[in-house]
């Protein structure tokens, strides 16, 4: 490896085409589970926010109102996120991920694990490859939390 190879840009410019074609082509490859990907996204969000507003939600993935509201309806009809009164506002609703929302997001992140693991483990690495992507991943979790 020389010195261009550790040059920052380089490394961003290397690592963005690399994990932008990991996750295209993971989010390609059809699974079960039966979510979209507004609605995955939508319900991960909410999962991680805690009971929110369905305009809060909207700001932070950055899409109108009215196309979190659709995506929203349509996990409230499945029964896979709840709307209750504000208890600070009761003009407002808070939406929250049901138990069943918190199945669905566990069945759809097990099955992209096991599509990598697939992958992972169908010959194309070797054990010393298989240990440096180990090693690579909370450096990559790292990394995303410095962003």
């Known amino acids: 490896m020389n010195d ?3 040059d920052p840009n380089a490394v961003a410019s290397a690592l963005l085409a690399s994990i932008g074609v990991l996750v295209r082509r ?3 490859v ?3 589970g039966g979510l979209t990907m507004p609605e995955r996204s939508a ?3 909410l999962d991680r926010a805690g009971p929110t507003t369905s305009s ?3 700001r932070e993935a950055q899409i109108t109102a009215q196309a979190m509201g659709a995506t929203l309806n349509a996990l409230r009809t499945r029964g896979l996120v709840e709307r209750r009164p504000d208890p600070d ?3 407002r609703a808070v939406l929250s991920v049901t138990d069943a929302g918190r199945q669905a997001l566990r069945n759809k992140r097990n099955a992209r694990a096991e599509l990598l693991a697939g992958a992972l483990t169908g010959g194309a690495f070797t054990p010393t490859e298989l ?3 180990a090693a690579a991943a909370p450096l990559l ?3 995303a939390q410095h962003l």
């Open 26 to 28: 993971a989010r390609q």
């Open 141 to 143: 979790e790292r990394l």
């Open 43 to 45: 319900l991960a969000r």
């Open 89 to 91: 506002d009761g003009r």
């Open 56 to 58: 809060a939600l909207a």
């Open 4 to 6: 261009d190879d550790l």
């Open 131 to 133: 240990e440096q992507l």
């Open 30 to 32: 059809p699974v079960e």
